[in-house]
């Protein structure tokens, strides 16, 4: 069975392009994002790393560490990393893991148990490679997201989703569809009217059990 939200998050020793990790000593107390990916050296996915290197400083402001991981070594990281610089226009200050045995990949329900990589491999042989992970400081996941092999991922949702998991987290709150920082959140189901009101002040009842209040 795949990873569960709440789970905690396998902790592995693994190389990257700048050197040798302990996943959750890495982490420490940071949330922590991790991308996969088929393969360096992808078109799709350059661009996805190359959004990832543009976003450092809102990563930065949330606390968050960002990793990637892809079944290739630490010298194609290396390389890699300047066509990702090239087509980002910034540095790519994260680190990749080197997944070549698929320790991570396996770890992680990202291949069957079974999966191997064939000699002279192409990105479709790790085609399942190629999920998002959002890790919160106490090692367990948040959020995931998996997508296929000709869509880009969409950076602004991930943020969205991280900036609503660290609000839910900080507020005891939820959020409604298309949420965005500064719009009205949902007060739990579990939080009377009373505490409610001195929890957070005026709030409205749209129904009985959703009932909106800013923060």
Not at 9 to 35: C, K
Not at 110 to 124: Q, S
Not at 137 to 151: A, E, G, I, Q, W
Request: proline share 5%; glycine share 6%.
């Amino acid at each position: 069975m795949g990873l569960r939200i709440n789970d905690t998050v396998p902790d592995f020793t693994a190389d990257t392009d700048q050197g040798r990790i302990q996943f959750h000593d890495w982490i420490g107390d940071s949330w922590a994002i991790l991308f996969s990916h088929p393969k360096d050296f992808t078109p799709i996915c350059t661009t996805e790393f190359g959004a990832t290197a543009q976003m450092a400083d809102e990563w930065e402001k949330r606390g968050t560490k960002v990793i990637g991981v892809s079944v290739d070594g630490v010298e194609e990281h290396k390389q890699w990393k300047g066509d990702i610089e090239k087509v980002a226009g910034t540095k790519a200050g994260f680190p990749i893991i080197a997944d070549e045995d698929l320790e991570v990949s396996k770890a992680f329900d990202m291949l069957p148990a079974d999966a191997y990589l064939p000699d002279g491999r192409t990105a479709n042989d790790s085609a399942t490679v190629r999920a998002v992970f959002i890790i919160g400081p106490d090692k367990k996941l948040k959020l995931s997201m998996t997508y296929p092999m000709n869509v880009g991922r969409n950076f602004a949702e991930i943020l969205r989703a991280l900036d609503a998991l660290q609000t839910a987290a900080r507020e005891n709150v939820a959020m409604p569809a298309n949420w965005k920082v500064g719009e009205d959140v949902i007060i739990p189901t579990s939080v009377s009217d009373e505490d409610a009101k001195k929890k957070y002040g005026e709030f409205e009842t749209v129904l009985p059990y959703l009932r909106k209040t800013s923060l």
